[in-house]
């Protein structure tokens, strides 16, 4: 166990307690909710640089780390979702939700077949991870209307486009292979 794992981890410890923040009937519960998925957002750049940096990628934290983000992020996406009541906010964040489910599981499958690099990591998804990041944190912090979360639902609507963009390049560059083993 290594200090970028354990940065890992306690992203998922975050889970919990950012659903509780976001409940409280305060005033400062928003901004708080907001102020820990900045913290968990922080802790996912800082995981894998520590991890280069110090040489401490290990197997655990390679699989771990983006299932942290997507654990994140889906629960985000489910209190917005519940919280904003429109279909305008529900339809991007479920295209992020489905994306991912289906990338995660493209990902495994080309890992089976030996070709995960095919569908490594692109720069449109490091584009798509940081607009999602800040249109959730917008989102959490503010209440739906304010010109602030407005702002929000525009970068997650930005956020979606990249996730289907980046969707159908990770799909183009494994169909081959897919196709051959059907």
Known sequence: ???PNLLTLARIA???????????PYGWSLPLAAALFALASIT????????????????FGAFLDPVADK?????ALALL??????LWLTLPALVIIGREIVIS??????????????VAVSW???VKTTLQMVALLLLLGFVPGAPVAQLGVATLYAAAALTLWSMAQYLRAAWPHLRRSM
Do not use: C, H
């Open 81 to 86: 979702i519940e919280r904003y009541e429109s």
């Open 105 to 118: 599981a493209l990902r495994e499958w080309m890992a089976e077949m030996g070709k995960r690099g095919l």
């Open 1 to 3: 166990m290594n200090i």
């Open 124 to 126: 449109i998804g490091k």
């Open 44 to 59: 996912d750049w800082l995981d894998g640089y520590l991890a280069r940096r110090w040489d401490q990628a290990t197997p």
């Open 14 to 24: 975050f889970i919990p307690l950012l659903v509780v923040i976001f409940y409280l």
């Open 71 to 75: 654990l994140m992020v889906a629960v």
